[in-house]
């Protein structure tokens, strides 16, 4: 039965099933893609894996940069999440002089009226009203930190990005994850009020349906991890992720190493419920976003 296959470059044209699980190459952009067995549609080699290995790349000082391998020790992808350090360091510097100079206003109005008790209400009230000052004038001024996903360290092929919606997302953090020509793939979703029991990050499909849950491996952990903290490595923070009725899709692990390496295994979803390119991005936030 001939499949309706459609490239990234937005080509599409009918496939005899004989090519399914092989190389083809694109007729319009010259992309060589591999169609996939369980959903008769292209798909990129590099997320068509059911494990990826995480390395973070320590001593980077302007972005948090991962590689990310295959089974057999190979870099497929290249992610980077930017610091903006300067315009990081520009924004607490705004906020830091509104809150000196709001502050400076307060005080010389209490020393003008003269009142010590009236002087130390008007103290309370700049510091207050100086803080939320400085705090809208550094959102203001920095930068919002996308995630983007490339071929390889050179950076001159983009796969895949995680956009942050807002600078200050509370309670609720809303991420988009999009494909190279800018489609909607996913929404991510993390409330940092729930984070006080359990971590846990929503997946949801563009519609608002929630494709996935990730939560900590388990509840006492997680628990146990708030009280004690990471104990040298021993409560590492693990992930799994299921859909909403409880059905195993994969885990998001931290191997005991010294250095920061992660493992996303999805074999528990053979039938590629969960677009591998979404479970990625989602795991790359389980570790960015959680700032682990």
Known sequence: MPLRITCKCGTSYEMKDEFVGKMVKCPQCGEVMLVSAE??????????????????????LTAEKYYVWDETGKVILFVERPYHTWRSFLAL??????????MAVFIAVAVLIGTEALGIVLGIVGFLIGI????????????KRHVTFYRDDSKKEQLLSVFQLAKIQIPTATYHVKDAQGNLLAVLRKNYLYDFFRKRWQCCAPDGKVICIANEDSLILAL??????????????????????????????????ILDRYVLDMSLDPTRELDRRIALALGVMLDTGEKR
């Open 39 to 60: 959903t008769g549609t292209i798909v990129d080699p590099a997320f068509d894996r059911d494990k990826f290995l995480l390395r973070q790349k320590h001593l980077a």
């Open 93 to 102: 510097m705004a906020g830091c002089g509104t809150l000196l100079i709001v």
């Open 132 to 143: 939320s000052a400085a705090i809208a004038v550094a959102t203001i001024v920095s930068e």
């Open 224 to 257: 146990l991890r708030r009280w004690l903290g990471p104990v040298f490595g021993l409560l590492r923070t693990n992930f799994i992720i299921h859909t909403t009725d409880g059905h195993l899709l994969g885990e998001f692990n931290r191997q005991f190493t």
